[in-house]
């Protein structure tokens, strides 16, 4: 089974550029998350989809962040424009279900991370 | 407010030892909680799941204990080896799918 899939894995820019990043996710999978991890802390969640919809945009900067996923599949995760602070690791992951179930468990599948530098 | 919270400092152990990493909670309800293991230059791997109703579960070498009265859970590896070493999360989920991940603790098994 292929894992998630994540591009670039590495992206060097300046303060005030655009980049984007694309998440192709477990076949199967219905939730898709986006996490941003700064060096020497947890994965903070940005955004949950599932299928198609948002489950959880709460700490989404939404003046400066943008995601998507089309037809419920792939994903991409847009900064415009980058700050110098978004420096960290954004990470993907998947999961079959979405733990959204009462009394259900769900266990999500990684993908290596997209380390974006902002100069 | 919700708060998650690992042991700050590294954990360096002896080889053979058990390793205890403990996480913390205030203000929060968590559902179940897991523990993930990342790598450098890695994404996190789901190691062990456990439910608010549940004292322990066991996989192989590990152990997690959930105590909702403390709220805590303790993570323990056993026979620790220096393949153990690793960075380890524990991640709590509400009932409402709410999602928060501790910090982490950077584990050394020294030969």
């Known amino acids: 089974e292929a894992g998630v899939a994540q591009s670039p894995r590495y992206k060097i820019i300046e303060k005030r550029q655009s980049v984007a990043f694309w998440c192709n996710p477990i076949?199967?999978?219905?939730?898709l998350y986006w996490y941003q991890q700064i060096l020497g802390q947890g994965p903070k969640l940005l955004i949950q989809?599932?299928?198609?919809?948002?489950?959880?945009d709460s700490q989404l900067p939404k003046d400066r962040f943008s995601a998507e996923r089309l037809k419920g599949v792939d994903s991409t995760l847009k900064i415009q424009p980058a700050k110098l602070e978004d420096s960290a690791v954004y990470l993907c992951?998947?999961?079959?279900?979405?733990?959204?179930?009462?009394?259900?468990?769900?266990?999500?599948?990684f993908g290596p991370g997209t380390r974006l530098t902002v100069l | 407010s919700q708060k998650i919270e690992q042991n700050s400092e590294a954990l360096n152990i002896q080889e053979g030892k058990t390793a205890t990493l403990t996480c913390n909670y205030t203000?929060?309800?968590?559902?179940?909680l897991q523990w993930y293991r990342q790598d450098p230059g890695r994404g996190p791997v789901f190691l062990l799941l456990?439910?608010?109703?549940?004292k322990e579960k066991r996989k192989e070498r590990l152990k997690v204990t959930f105590d909702t009265t403390l709220k805590q859970s303790l993570f323990h590896i056993t026979a620790s080896q220096p393949a153990d070493s690793a960075t380890y999360l524990c991640?709590?989920?509400?009932?409402?799918?709410?999602?928060?991940f501790g910090s982490g603790t950077r584990l050394s098994i020294r030969p």
């Open positions: 992951a998947s999961s079959p279900l979405g733990g959204t179930f009462r009394g259900s468990t769900d266990t999500q599948y």
């Open positions: 076949s199967g999978h219905a939730t």
């Open positions: 989809f599932q299928n198609n919809g948002v489950v959880d």
């Open positions: 203000n929060y309800s968590p559902a179940y």
């Open positions: 456990i439910r608010e109703n549940e």
């Open positions: 991640a709590f989920y509400s009932s409402a799918s709410k999602i928060i």
